[in-house]
């Protein structure tokens, strides 16, 4: 068992996956998620993610669970890998606008729901195929949290993207696990 009673795995809900009902509850967690100041300059609100994510083709709006309990958000997009600096849009999902909640974080469940969300990224794309082989994020330079929290989970740096808003980032990749 993980830290605060959470068993050692964190979920990936696709939000698109649910009724809704479901949804509408999902999205009420969402809304109750906090962010540590300073870091909405990196994601932004979580709930206008999720919201925008299920407004737009190719947005994969998702929520992290662990013990049962909304413990962030994250969007799953193809077509889209070079917002993170990868060469072309094709042959990698965009994870973008990664976030633990407040309150969770520092317990090692960023590097689970990375981690999970490439596990997530490889069954859409079996459902959804693209030709993508794999995941790719950006992640600022000045996050070293998160940085290392992909690098953790199994990403591998690509080098510095200067395109960001938000000042450098690092492209990291992680590509997907056959499936057994």
């Not at 994601?43 to 909304?70: F, I, K, Q, S, Y």
């Not at 309150?103 to 069954?123: F, I, S």
């Amino acid at each position: 068992m993980g830290t605060d009673g959470f068993p050692g795995s964190v979920w990936i809900i696709p939000l698109r996956d649910l009724d809704a009902d479901a949804q509408a509850i999902q999205l009420d967690a969402v809304a109750r998620l906090r962010l540590q100041p300073g870091q909405e300059r990196f994601v932004g609100d979580p709930l206008r993610m999720a919201l925008t994510g299920l407004a737009e083709e190719g947005r994969h709006p998702c929520v992290m669970e662990a013990g049962g309990r909304a413990i962030g958000v994250l969007t799953l997009q193809s077509g889209a890998a070079t917002l993170a600096g990868w060469p072309d849009d094709g042959s990698a999902w965009l994870l973008r606008g990664f976030l633990v909640d407040r309150r969770h974080q520092g317990k090692g469940l960023g590097t689970l729901g990375a981690a999970a969300a490439v596990v997530a990224a490889g069954k859409l794309e079996r459902r959804h195929p693209t030709g993508a082989s794999g995941v790719v994020l950006s992640v600022n330079e000045a996050n070293g949290a998160g940085l290392a929290a992909y690098l953790k989970a199994g990403f591998v740096d690509h080098g510095q993207y200067t395109g960001g808003s938000a000042g450098p980032q690092r492209t990291l990749f992680m590509p997907f696990v056959k499936p057994q």
